[in-house]
């Protein structure tokens, strides 16, 4: 038996004894994302892509979980782990599948380029939809727990890798993410661009890095000494993957090198072992050239094939292969994603009418683009539903009286029908609203304008938005649904913070909620479950506020350094019940807070704690530092708890050097912030202690 | 009180009353299809362009009918002059909305550009599923009963104006229509292409007529003096009206004029009095330069005023001024959507396997890129459903056991992810197909291939299908699945004849079945509604061994000419029980037969008669004269009755004559076509009896 098929050796060993078999060209060959197979040492071809941020993705059925940015906002660990133990469940038993039937293409493997870890640092970014929020500890804490769903616990296997992704600066512009240079300042670097990233590295165990297109403070991400250091420091032990095309930016878009083999070069040479490109196809030219050693690809090539060894792909057998195809959208787990919508929808004004009591209405108008829009449910990185529940499907099946509904408008364009004139649908709107005891408006974006550069949205703003208001043509079908003087709840199915700018009776952020969205919605409105997801990201009245979206200074951005221009805060959501904190207690690092719910309905809250450092180098509001989600039956009362992690009592000078430096700390407990817009909006009071260090 | 306005005096009065009021050149802007206001006399703008094949279309929401195509195989005048009187009501209902707010625009109006009573020539048009058929028969039959549903039967106003298109030899190719000569010999004309407009002309009274964008004969068709006198000769009493943009035609692409005042001029003369499209823009100019006369434009004005006079638009109150919008999608008209999907779906095929016995199975595999699509319930020319079901979702609905699906492939591209390689979602269907105790194959086209130039599948064929078959990437899925040999079922939506070409338990054909789509294939696979649709166009084994596409000669085309080519005869569909005909009956042109259920389901059927003229110049093959569509309970006779009509007693020769001709005719009645392929596929014989006049 070859050593690199001996399972009792480690990975390492087996992979530096399978890389000497192979020469400097086949090795070079296994650094480009669809490796070759290698025939001779019954090695098979491996395509690295495949993506599975809220489902597996791209390659049919797969469970579909409400987008990243929602799963935040269940600040939840454990429901996220549970979504990424799903997801590379799916994933695995589909790839038993497609391997057997010889289909070794991209998003058919095992490593999924999820979670996307990036701070979202302004809400007109179009791919913030993917991420946890603008929270450096929400944001390495539900990574983490994707992590290690996505993983597994398994001893002698990954489930499937995980990739910490773009490392580590990288949030826009999407039109000019590919010749872009991110200046981030070193206190911010340390403060809030690099905490989750570590975290996923040091505690996670992440399997790959994935670097940025954009520069960060001049270099190339992919192949950044600095932000190589920073994996050296923190031991990671993966491999490093750029993102797709990104070292082809080098020369062609950065002015960082002059060529492929140049760019080839230094991106080897610093540490990004594989190539989602094609620039690795120029390594043996740029080896010719005595640009790099034959050392440089055989370290690369150990790192890519170590992963490979540790996905069980040249073992006799793993346990995950014996993962039959029928878990793919199961019962099981699509129940999961209902109950992940309802966690994660939130409810951010309710005058009272919600939920609503059916009984009063006999017509029910559902209006608007995103009503019966199976995109609006989606979020990008997305895979197939095998059944789609949109927001009026679900309105319908909930409610017995009469339902109409009506398009409105375009999501965007200003009509529907190319022959027609401007605002072709709305006086089908206007009678809908003049005919119903009620209207539900269904807006927002979808995947298709809100995302990705070359994806999403190129006409709209290259998949961002460019400010914080519904498109026009939605902004004018609200006006004039209001003026019929109906109750109107809206319902935003965005992938970000937005501004609805309406008078309306309720407002509920729905996100991108995944396949049962419908469902979800319809369980919330007419009152079968609380509301009880809470905003992973501050939403801001107005972009024109905003420091400009090219500008990455963390100054006068997020709930931690901003208190202006706030429409609703970080952490912020309403139930239909009310909750009550009390006796706030705590033990070194250890925290318990008890919660009662004071009100007539069950419902879901979420606890959350907050930090706040008498250091000048602190953030100058107080920090998450902990959050328990609990359910609580009417009445109910229940002890939350959390342990305050070490970073929390640390602070980043500007020459971003990290420490201890507070005396004194006050610890908030309660389930929002503690602020007085917070508290305002939310009618609950955060408990505060004082702690000395 | 103005005449016009005086609702005791005729159309025609009150229209040339109304006309004598305008200037010439307010009269040329009222023959332009956007008809602008008259302030001083109170008329308002008015957009005479509106759909509603089967469905209000292109202005939201709306109850979907199965595409024309489909309700042509129910067999029913009663059901599509219901799904008529459908469409104009709810038409009616949104205009009143749509003009209590003031919104005139295209698709808002009471003037619908339906039906198309085109003959489906030829089995690769993409239009023909707006048709009713190849037969002319039935063409004029259905056409008339949609007519009489459109229009209405209120003696003072039209419910709507219907509008028989394209006049009068319209049947692709797409790709050339806008410079095509259609050739079509005397005897094809006075035979096959102009009978079902002489039926709707005369019989059905309808309001308008549409002409074709190609020439006809060296004519251009919208200005053909050939094509006029017979509409003179009919005693056409309506409007004129140019296919959008067909006028253009003339001079930009048919070279039958050298400028549009020329085309103008040209048009006007000849009977077109409204025009779709720009180029009556010149009428003025066109009458400057002596080309026309006023009189030319006063005629053409007051034909359309008195279409629009006919609608009540000039009158102070109309009863269909009442309807309310709550009548729109109610819940009445949706069921009988899905009572026509479940009317019009063919079995071609069936083993045995159907009904299905659910208990049989424990999980089902539904693969195909239309199962879970809404395009291919929806058809062209369509509105929205405010509940679209489809195929996979029916099934899901009616399938208590484990349903697994796949897309498959794309409907015609190699591949679903542009990333990936070819047949990237092969693998997934062929796990599927493994796992599954049945498949159910859902295929075919969808509007967006099949269809209209411009609209359709311009990469594809522009809307025409290059042959018969499968598009390639669902033939090599098909052959995958099979090779699993699990029980498969074919579901084809297409609007036109396709050969699947697989060896498979069953083959429905379901068109493009409307909203309800998938309820009603569920009901059918699971045995609680029989199929009962029966083609309406030939399904031919193969697209070589037709004639070429361009030519006009109905020689070796559609049923009465050819008995070559067969794959499922025009008339063929399979029910779950057998029926039997007996006593066959004529009394004059009188004609009565006995049907029995022998079986032991329940089911409708449609009695269909056929009528073979022993004259020379008769078509060789027997002629569809009449046609009942029964239900019977099992065990259950009824006695089916039809008036044969004259005109088929009577042949057409080679010089365009028709006359009655024949000594001796036989009369066949039965289930099918009197032909040895459509009794051994059905399993039953036609009677016969022999007429002598």
Same mark, same amino acid.
Not at 303 to 319: A, E, P, S, Y
Not at 654 to 669: D, Q, S
């Given at each position: 038996m070859e050593k690199f098929r001996d399972e009792k050796l480690t990975a390492q060993e087996r992979a530096e004894d399978l890389v000497d078999r192979l020469t400097t060209e086949e090795q070079a060959a296994q650094l480009i994302y669809d490796a070759p197979a290698v025939e001779r040492l019954g090695i098979p071809a491996y395509n690295w892509w495949n993506e599975g941020l809220h489902g597996a993705a791209r390659a049919g059925v797969a469970t579909m979980f409400p987008q990243a940015i929602a799963m935040a906002a269940m600040f939840d660990q454990?429901?996220?782990?549970?979504?990424?133990?799903?997801?590379?469940?799916?994933?695995?038993?589909?790839?038993?599948?497609?391997?057997?039937?010889?289909?070794?293409?991209?998003?058919?493997?095992?490593?999924?380029?999820?979670?996307n870890i990036n701070i979202f640092r302004d809400p007109r970014w179009g791919r913030g939809q993917e991420t946890y929020g603008?929270?450096?500890?929400?944001?390495?804490?539900?990574?983490?727990?994707?992590?290690?769903?996505?993983?597994?616990?398994?001893?002698?296997?990954?489930?499937?890798?995980?990739?910490?992704?773009?490392?580590?600066?990288?949030?826009?512009?999407?039109?000019?993410?590919?010749?872009?240079?991110?200046?981030?300042?070193?206190?911010?670097?340390?403060?809030?661009?690099?905490?989750?990233?570590?975290?996923l590295v040091q505690d996670a165990k992440v399997e790959s890095v994935m670097g940025a297109y954009n520069r960060v403070n001049g270099e190339g991400a992919c192949a950044s000494s600095v932000l190589q250091e920073k994996l050296k420091e923190w031991g990671f032990d993966g491999h490093f993957v750029s993102d797709f095309g990104a070292l082809e930016d080098f020369h062609t878009n950065h002015g960082l090198t002059a060529s492929a083999e140049e760019t080839a070069a230094s991106a080897i040479k610093s540490g990004c072992d594989l190539n989602a490109g094609r620039v690795y196809d120029k390594l043996i030219d740029a080896l010719n050239a005595?640009?790099?050693?034959?050392e440089d690809i055989r370290k690369a090539c150990v790192?890519?094939?170590?992963?490979?060894?540790?996905?069980?792909?040249?073992?006799?057998?793993?346990?995950?292969?014996?993962?039959?195809?029928?878990?793919?959208?199961?019962?099981?787990?699509?129940?999961?994603?209902?109950?992940?919508?309802?966690?994660?929808?939130?409810?951010?004004?309710?005058?009272?009418?919600?939920?609503?009591?059916?009984?009063?209405?006999q017509t029910i108008g559902v209006i608007g683009p995103n009503a019966n829009s199976r995109a609006a449910l989606e979020g990008n990185y997305c895979g197939t539903a095998d059944r789609y529940i949109t927001f009026l499907e679900g309105i319908q099946d909930a409610f017995d009286g009469r339902v109409l509904c009506a398009e409105g408008c375009h999501l965007y364009k200003d009509r529907v029908s190319n022959l027609a004139r401007a605002n072709d649908r709305l006086a089908e709107a206007e009678t809908v609203a003049e005919q119903s005891d009620l209207v539900i408006l269904c807006l927002g974006l979808d995947p298709y304008i809100e995302g990705e550069e070359g994806d999403a949205g190129n006409e709209f703003a290259s998949g961002d938005k460019i400010d914080l208001r519904l498109p026009e043509s939605q902004r004018l079908l609200v006006s004039k649904v209001m003026e019929k003087g109906k109750p109107v709840i809206i319902v935003a199915a965005v992938g970000s913070a937005i501004n609805v700018e309406a008078d309306c009776d309720a407002v509920i952020h729905a996100w991108y909620p995944g396949q049962s969205g419908g469902k979800a919605l319809a369980d919330i409105l007419f009152g079968q479950v609380s509301p009880s997801g809470k905003l992973p990201v501050t939403f801001y009245e107005d972009a024109d506020r905003l420091p400009a979206f090219e500008d990455y200074s963390m100054a006068g951005r997020t709930y931690r350094y901003t208190r202006d221009n706030i429409l609703y805060p970080f952490g912020y959501g309403l139930t239909y019940s009310k909750t009550a904190c009390s006796d706030l207690e705590v033990s070194g690092r250890k925290v318990t807070v008890k919660i009662t719910n004071t009100g007539k309905t069950d419902t879901d809250d979420v606890v959350q704690f907050y930090l706040k450092d008498d250091?000048?180098?602190? #953030?100058?509001?107080?920090?998450?530092?902990?959050? !328990? $989600?609990?359910?609580?039956?009417?009445?109910? *009362?229940?002890? =939350?708890? @959390?342990?305050?992690?070490?970073? #929390?009592?640390?602070?980043?000078?500007?020459?971003? !050097? $990290?420490?201890?430096?507070?005396?004194?700390? *006050?610890?908030? =407990?309660? @389930?929002?912030?503690?602020?007085?817009?917070?508290?305002?909006?939310?009618?609950?009071?955060?408990?505060?202690?004082?702690?000395?260090?």
């Open positions: 454990n429901a996220v782990k549970r979504a990424g133990e799903i997801v590379s469940t799916e994933q695995r038993a589909k790839h038993n599948e497609f391997a057997k039937h010889g289909d070794r293409d991209i998003y058919k493997g095992l490593s999924i380029w999820s979670p603008e929270d450096p500890f929400l944001t390495s804490e539900l990574g983490k727990a994707f992590v290690n769903g996505l993983q597994g616990d398994d001893k002698e296997h990954l489930r499937t890798s995980a990739c910490a992704k773009h490392f580590a600066v990288h949030s826009g512009p999407e039109a000019v993410r590919h010749s872009f240079d991110a200046k981030a300042n070193a206190h911010d670097m340390e403060d809030t661009y690099l905490p989750a990233f570590r975290a005595r640009l790099i050693s034959k790192n890519v094939m170590r992963t490979r060894i540790r996905l069980g792909m040249l073992d006799q057998h793993t346990k995950y292969d014996d993962l039959p195809y029928s878990i793919v959208a199961c019962r099981e787990h699509k129940d999961l994603a209902l109950e992940y919508a309802r966690k994660s929808m939130v409810l951010l004004k309710n005058n009272g009418i919600l939920p609503l009591d059916a009984s009063k209405y250091s000048a180098c602190a #953030a100058p509001y107080p920090s998450l530092c902990g959050f !328990v $989600r609990v359910h609580l039956a009417a009445g109910e *009362t229940k002890t =939350a708890e @959390t342990e305050i992690p070490e970073i #929390a009592f640390t602070s980043v000078d500007e020459n971003g !050097v $990290r420490a201890v430096r507070g005396k004194n700390y *006050t610890l908030y =407990a309660g @389930t929002c912030q503690p602020d007085p817009l917070s508290e305002q909006l939310t009618g609950t009071a955060c408990l505060s202690k004082t702690i000395t260090l």
